[in-house]
Nanobody, 120 residues
Framework: VQLQASGGGLVQSGGSLRLSCVVSGNIVSIHLMGWFRQAPGEVRHLLAGISSDGITNYADPVKGRFTISRDNAKRTVYLQMNDLKPGDTATYYC???????????????WGHGTLVTVSS
């Protein structure tokens, strides 16, 4: 199982970016998908999560600015980020809770991260 994140980059304050994360490999079912971020010297924080039936939740710092969505057929989760601020600068990681067999346990997998830099 692999998670490949993309879409990071350098953007000016007030700008937008859209992150994507594709899940590949031997997968039977994907339950939760989410985006986290980690700034230098800080712990990794959950930003947004989405269930298999589309229920979403957001951390307070990104409510109203970020939108998480997923395409189950493409095994892809997205994070639309609007009105970006310098404080959003961090490495962004996608995460998926999935299982590879119908009888197996749910396991968490992580992507390698994509860097988002917001200049003032």
């Amino acid at each position: 199982v692999q998670l490949q994140a993309s879409g990071g980059g350098l953007v000016q304050s007030g700008g937008s970016l859209r992150l994507s994360c594709v899940v590949s490999g031997n997968i039977v079912s994907i339950h939760l998908m989410g985006w986290f971020r980690q700034a230098p010297g800080e712990v990794r924080h959950l930003l947004a999560g989405i269930s298999s039936d589309g229920i979403t939740n957001y951390a307070d710092p990104v409510k109203g600015r970020f939108t998480i969505s997923r395409d189950n057929a493409k095994r892809t989760v997205y994070l639309q980020m609007n009105d970006l601020k310098p404080g959003d600068t961090a490495t962004y990681y996608c995460q998926a809770t999935l299982r590879s067999t119908s009888w197996g346990n749910w396991k968490d997998y992580w992507g390698h991260g994509t860097l988002v830099t917001v200049s003032s």
